[in-house]
């Protein structure tokens, strides 16, 4: 069965590069791929043969890491520096999240596509209304797609083996810190017509599969361990540790006629072994 698969990333290198690999993979097996993208993304997507569904113009640069440097995402800002500077990220990654979703409620009706490949940092209504199987792919730290209080937060720059009470103050002023942009968020998402938001959360893990790609030896497995059972719990994360690349799975769903993407068990988490 030849399916459509439209992926939506963040515009950014390091969030279009995986599912590029993804979606090679899927076209030498024969599906469609669309890719959601702007002026600086369609050639370049383009030259690798990968169709696209035309957003409208950006006014972003071609060096877009150029745009990470206020918000100190990259630079000489210790931690909690960066920490305290969460809201205007938040702002900055919704407000993007809000723009792509204007495009693509008017977008997705038109392509109807059999699968979505979100590669985003906050939940797009458009895509759950849209009621079309979704899978997740994570190209970021795996502690930003899992925030666990067994492991150090994203972006702490703290130890694995170090002290949790400064995991914890750490945590509590990010979450302080944001706690505004989320409300409006979290309003924003239920005035759009989907259900509200996980406390502290920009997405809902518990609606998708979710894939990723990270070492087995750097992935806090030996503190926060993923579930292995055949029948994992609704909400909590899943490993499936008999699988290798993460393409091969996501290949194995689309290519299995008995297995409905759709009826999988919530919350998945795949990763290399």
Known sequence: MTLKVLFVPLLLDGH????????????????????????????????????????????????????????????????????????????????????????????LPAIRPDVIIVNQLVTL???????????????VNPLNMVDDERTPPTASGLSATGDPKLWHEFRQLVRDVKSEKWRAFNDWVVGRGCDPLPEHS??????????????????????????????????RPYRLYHWTPYVMYFHFILSNPDCQLSRLPTSYFLTYK
């Open 202 to 235: 920009f997405h809902n893990p518990s609606r998708y599969l979710h894939i990723y790609g990270y070492p087995l030896e750097l992935d806090f497995q030996d503190i926060r361990p993923l579930v292995t059972t055949a029948e994992p719990e609704v909400g």
């Open 125 to 139: 209504p458009s895509v759950v209304l849209s009621a079309i199987p979704c899978v997740w792919c994570w190209s």
């Open 16 to 107: 279009v590069n995986p599912c590029i690999g993804i979606a090679k993979q899927l076209l030498a097996d024969g599906h469609r791929v669309l890719f959601t993208a702007d002026d600086v993304w369609r050639p370049k997507l383009a030259a690798r043969g990968i169709k696209t569904v035309e957003l409208a113009t950006s006014n972003a640069t071609e060096d877009r890491t150029q745009m990470m440097i206020p918000m100190d995402i990259i630079g000489g800002a210790s931690p909690i520096e960066k920490a305290r500077l969460g809201a205007g990220r938040a702002q900055f990654w919704t407000k993007q999240a809000q723009y792509l979703d204007t495009q693509l409620a008017g977008l």
